[in-house]
Nanobody, 119 residues
Framework: QVQLVESGGGLVQAGGSLRLSCAASGRTFNSYGMGWFRQAPGKERIFVAHITRSGENTVYTDSVKGRFTISRDNAKNTVYLQMNSLKPEDTAVYYC????????????WGQGTQVTVSS
């Protein structure tokens, strides 16, 4: 069982930056690949980024490539999403999620943190 708690959301002007954090409970954090998703008002939740268990490999959705960076600190049981050059269309609730080794789906989800980008 993994519990995830996001933080770091807020209101920022277009072009600004935010860093989201997701703290995980438990002693097996490095057993999970970690992802960030977002859900804009009236839209479905979509994938943003993923980082492997070791942190060696990352994947991003096209719309955030070059602007967002996912990273993790396994010693602190935390995954981060550094968001730069924010745009109004990045406004959404951001969720972190954990995927166990061998699983195709994310098994654990945080409660989400709101990111609002004003124009």
């Amino acid at each position: 069982q993994v519990q995830l708690v996001e933080s770091g959301g807020g209101l920022v002007q277009a072009g600004g930056s935010l860093r989201l954090s997701c703290a995980a409970s438990g002693r097996t954090f490095n057993s999970y690949g970690m992802g960030w998703f977002r859900q804009a008002p009236g839209k479905e939740r979509i994938f943003v980024a993923h980082i492997t268990r070791s942190g060696e490999n990352t994947v991003y959705t096209d719309s955030v490539k070059g602007r967002f960076t996912i990273s993790r600190d396994n010693a602190k049981n935390t995954v981060y999403l550094q968001m730069n050059s924010l745009k109004p269309e990045d406004t959404a609730v951001y969720y972190c999620a954990a995927r166990a080794r061998g699983d195709l789906t994310y098994n654990y989800w945080g409660q989400g943190t709101q990111v609002t980008v004003s124009s």
